[in-house]
Nanobody
Framework: QVQLVESGGGLVQAGGSLRLSCAASGRTFSSYTMGWFRQAPGKEREFVAA????????RYDDSVKGRFTISRDNAKNTVYLQMNILKPDDTAVYLC????????????????WGQGTQVTVSS
């Protein structure tokens, strides 16, 4: 039903910034909770940020709070993750996901996933 395509990843020095984008298919984008997750080699998948369908609720993992900002443009069927003051520990594949029923940080409840985009932060 929904296809998600991430973009905007790349290589950046510590302290720098990147903005990730996730483009979604379909006409019901505004009804979905959208989330960003990340997975580093050899580590478990980690919640990063989530935003409700209308954009009025957001939630962040403590490791990124104050540095990352999630936003969405429902007219463009796109969700963004602005990442500032990047650290080497932020290096991971970043995954966009959509959830159709609830506002949640639990990856097991998300229904659709993108392919991921690599973010590498050098020291």
């Amino acid at each position: 039903q929904v296809q998600l395509v991430e973009s905007g990843g790349g290589l950046v020095q510590a302290g720098g910034s990147l903005r990730l984008s996730c483009a979604a298919s379909g006409r019901t984008f505004s009804s979905y909770t959208m989330g960003w997750f990340r997975q580093a080699p050899g580590k478990e998948r980690e919640f990063v940020a989530a935003i409700s369908g209308g954009g009025r609720r957001t939630r962040y993992d403590d490791s990124v709070k104050g540095r990352f900002t999630i936003s969405r443009d429902n007219a463009k069927n796109t969700v963004y993750l602005q990442m500032n003051i990047l650290k080497p520990d932020d290096t991971a594949v970043y995954l966009c996901a959509a959830e159709s029923v609830v506002f949640t940080t639990d990856p097991k409840k998300y229904d659709y996933w993108g392919q991921g985009t690599q973010v590498t932060v050098s020291s």
